[in-house]
């Protein structure tokens, strides 16, 4: 097989695999939580003592993420729950005004590019998004000023806006 029939072969196949996730697409409910969401950086000594007070826990009942790395601790909370903690978090980085924007669509770990696909069409429409991925859905957090514009690009391409 030569050069040129390998790279034909290739760009085929990725043709195919964009093909196959621009249909999933098409299938996906996306969903606009209604609540206001803010990312938190703490280093990991201010993430401990905010462990020492239980008040200071986000809500059992809300949505809420927590990534603890080397680094940092990132927390993504609902306004609620930061209002309740701010306090006692004056070192932290904070940024607001997310939504959250969640694909309802349950996905395989096999599944390649469906994400790739979604910020391709919300980048080339120059929408920043921070990805987030739960065990069997996609989510992104879009700054509300963008969330309309966000949603028009989207619309175009699943199957309902919710």
Request: proline residues 2%; hydrophobic residues 45%; glycine residues 4%.
């Amino acid at each position: 097989m030569s050069n040129l029939d390998l790279t034909e072969s290739a760009l085929q196949t990725s043709t195919d695999r964009r093909s196959d996730v621009a249909e999933l697409l098409q299938r996906t409910r996306v969903e606009v939580a209604p609540e206001t969401y803010f990312l938190i950086g703490l280093q990991h000594q201010e993430w401990a003592r905010l462990l020492e007070n239980p008040e200071l826990s986000p809500r059992g009942s809300a949505p809420y993420m927590l990534l603890r790395d080397a680094h940092e601790v990132t927390l993504l909370l609902d306004e609620t729950d930061w209002r309740a903690m701010r306090h006692a978090a004056r070192d932290a980085r904070v940024e607001g005004g997310f939504r959250l924007v969640t694909f309802n669509l349950e996905l395989d770990w096999n599944v390649v590019g469906y994400l790739a696909l979604v910020t391709q069409l919300l980048a080339e429409a120059r929408i920043s998004v921070g990805a987030l991925s739960a065990f069997s859905r996609d989510h992104l957090l879009i700054k509300q000023d963008d969330l309309g514009k966000a949603l028009r690009v989207l619309g175009e391409h699943v199957e309902e806006l919710c």
